[in-house]
């Protein structure tokens, strides 16, 4: 039977709801912070561990605790170009921000059966950077890491090398991908109609430089010869591309140089920008005498043939060696001439020029300091 003095309950009223005991919220809250922060603590994690993975990918961080062992700032611009499997530490090093992409390493180096492929793309392209050297010397490897780095994607290095020479750069880690990719080629010097595997001297350089043989093999129209105690400087305002109209561009020369036969509009050839089919014209009209500098042959072979020279004032932004300029593109060799105070200014505004062996030539630590 019921009884209707009951009221009538529905199942919620029937369980009324419980008050928290003390504290309840607080943990509440303590809980939700704790699953917040480990979120968060993970994906800073997995963030920390991304960023790891691009560092330790950078040859200039694997090579750290080595490079820190030595002092000399040579020394370790040196162990850097020889350790790193591409371009990435020496860039960093001197300043140029981010690891560059580069071919991967690991591998046989090119040699000189590789050269008509090399010939053809080069050619396609028109740019190539050509070194001629025959020593082994310690700055081979971060001089051309150097001008690898720095050179523009369309340019293509071409090294006429010894016997010697070309094994120090094949079997440098940091070379080999380039070599593999045909960016880089290294060539017997002898390609370049020279048989001699012999420490390269003036006489010998010159002699190469003003045979047919070697412009013909050369596989480019716009040729920018480098030597090791030369550097591209990142920070300058100046492109290659904008030298390429003319027929050469070295670094200036005052007029009290090269005697009654100078042409201002020439200049260096150690750090230069050419154009092939000029340099061959410039031959079949003067030939090749052997009791002078190349640059000057050639500076006074373009002006028989009308070639094409920029002013000294354009000349000097595109490289420095006698003729001071705060801003160009290259420097060659120049802290033979200037003041202490404007060597430390090329040096910093390139440090490049450190990997060129300008670093034993910088001012005393006394007079640094000095204005």
């Known amino acids: 039977m019921v009884n209707h003095d009951l009221p009538t309950m529905t199942p919620a009223a029937a369980c009324p709801p419980q008050a928290p005991p003390p504290g309840a919220p607080r943990r509440a809250a303590s809980h939700r912070l704790q699953r917040s922060s480990f979120v968060l603590v993970a994906a800073l994690a997995a963030l920390l561990l991304s960023v790891a993975a691009l560092l330790a990918a950078c040859p200039h961080n694997r090579s750290a605790g080595l490079l820190a062992a030595a002092p000399d700032p040579q020394q370790q611009l040196l162990l850097q170009a020889s350790a790193a499997p ?34 053809k793309q ?32 369309d340019w293509r290095l071409q090294l006429f090398l010894s016997d010697e020479a070309r094994a120090a750069a094949g079997a440098a880690p ?9 960016r880089i080629i290294p060539l017997p010097w002898a ?25 013909h093999a050369v596989a480019g129209e716009h040729v920018l010869i480098f030597q090791l105690d030369s550097a591209l400087c990142a920070a300058s305002p100046h492109k290659l591309d904008d030298f390429l109209e003319y027929d050469y561009v070295g670094a200036p020369w005052p007029e009290s140089y090269g005697g009654p036969d100078h042409r201002p509009g020439c200049g ?13 014209r410039s031959l079949e009209r003067t030939g090749a005498p052997t009791n002078r500098n190349e640059d000057l042959v050639f500076c006074d072979g373009l002006s028989a043939i009308g070639g094409r020279l920029p002013t000294r004032e354009t000349a000097r932004t595109f490289a420095v060696e006698m003729m001071f300029y705060e801003r160009p593109l290259g420097l060659h060799k120049f802290w ?20 060129a062996g300008g670093e034993l030539r910088l001012p005393a630590p006394a007079q640094r300091g000095k204005a």
């Open 86 to 119: 591409n371009s990435s530490a020496l860039c960093q090093r001197l300043g140029c921000g981010a690891c560059p992409s580069s071919p991967p390493g690991g591998g046989a180096p090119a040699d000189a059966a590789a050269a008509p492929a090399f010939a």
């Open 122 to 153: 080069a050619a396609g392209a028109g740019k190539v950077a050509v070194l001629a050297e025959t020593r082994a010397s310690d700055r081979l490897v971060p001089v051309v890491v150097l001008f690898a780095t720095r050179l523009p994607p």
């Open 174 to 182: 940091a070379l080999r991908g380039w070599i593999e990719s045909g």
């Open 191 to 215: 390609r370049a109609g020279n048989s001699t595997n012999v420490g390269v001297v003036v006489g010998e350089y010159n002699a190469l430089l003003l045979s047919k043989a070697f412009w």
């Open 268 to 280: 260096n050839g150690g750090l230069s920008l050419r154009r092939r089919s000029a340099m061959l």
């Open 336 to 355: 033979q001439f200037f003041t202490p105070e404007q060597r430390r200014h090329l040096f910093d505004y390139c440090p490049e020029a450190m990997v």
